[in-house]
């Protein structure tokens, strides 16, 4: 598994452990549970991954487009339980701030979510995510100050190995045009 994918998974467990553990008892399994395991419990899978290139094929490799699946299993007569534990974890992950070492999160979206469904009288939930991560070089600690027309907006930024500031404008991570030099 390559390292990106290795520092993602011990930041979804964490925050898996932190907050579902009490409610998905049979754990958080990467690609299979062990057999018999106790219900319920959820199985993720990264399904893809697409680097991102922000200057082009020829530029270092600036970050990482990935595809999680998650599959929750519960063996209840009905899906009751199995719709609880489905809005447990997309309460958790919708947006989530999931700590990667080395790396930033840029996002964490929802992608799809199947409709529960029951297999040999399991049900069943899909939900996948796209993680945008990215490496970085410094975080900058003040805040910046820009102005577009008409208005004044505050932003927080991280400046990444390409020179480009990244900032958090109303909300919504945006590529400031604007290329910094470092002199160290």
């Given at each position: 598994?390559?390292?990106?994918?290795?520092?993602?998974?011990?930041?979804?467990?964490?925050?898996?452990?932190?907050?579902?553990?009490?409610?998905?008892?049979?754990?958080?399994?990467?690609?299979?549970?062990?057999?018999k395991?106790?219900?319920?419990?959820?199985?993720?899978?990264?399904?893809?991954?697409?680097?991102?290139?922000w200057?082009?094929?020829?530029t270092?490799?600036?970050?990482?487009?990935?595809?999680?699946?998650?599959?929750i299993?519960?063996?209840?007569?009905?899906?009751?339980?199995?719709?609880?534990?489905?809005?447990?974890?997309?309460?958790?992950f919708?947006?989530?701030d999931?700590?990667?070492?080395y790396?930033?999160?840029?996002?964490?979206?929802?992608?799809?979510?199947?409709?529960?469904?029951?297999?040999?009288?399991?049900?069943?939930?899909?939900?996948?995510?796209?993680?945008?991560?990215?490496?970085?070089?410094?975080?900058?600690?003040?805040?910046?100050s820009?102005?577009?027309?008409?208005?004044l907006?505050?932003?927080?930024?991280?400046l990444?190995?390409?020179?480009?500031?990244w900032?958090?404008?109303?909300?919504?991570?945006?590529?400031?045009?604007?290329?910094?030099?470092?002199?160290?």
């Open positions: 598994m390559a390292n990106f994918l290795t520092n993602l998974e011990t930041g979804i467990k964490t925050l898996f452990d932190a907050n579902l553990s009490n409610s998905l008892t049979g754990g958080l399994w990467y690609n299979e549970s062990k057999p395991n106790s219900f319920p419990y959820c199985v993720y899978s990264f399904l893809g991954d697409k680097p991102m290139y200057f082009g094929k020829d270092p490799r600036d970050g990482e487009d990935i595809l999680i699946q998650f599959t299993f519960d063996k209840s007569s009905s899906a009751i339980n199995i719709n609880s534990y489905t809005n447990l974890l997309l309460t958790l919708d947006w989530a999931v700590s990667v070492p790396y930033t999160l840029m996002e964490m979206r929802r992608d799809t979510t199947l409709p529960p469904f029951k297999v040999n009288n399991v049900w069943q939930s899909v939900i996948t995510y796209r993680v945008k991560i990215s490496r970085i070089i410094l975080e900058l600690q003040e805040i910046v820009y102005t577009y027309p008409n208005t907006a505050q932003a927080h930024g991280t990444y190995d390409d020179g480009y500031l900032v958090l404008m109303n909300g919504t991570k945006t590529l400031n045009p604007v290329k910094f030099l470092l002199i160290i």
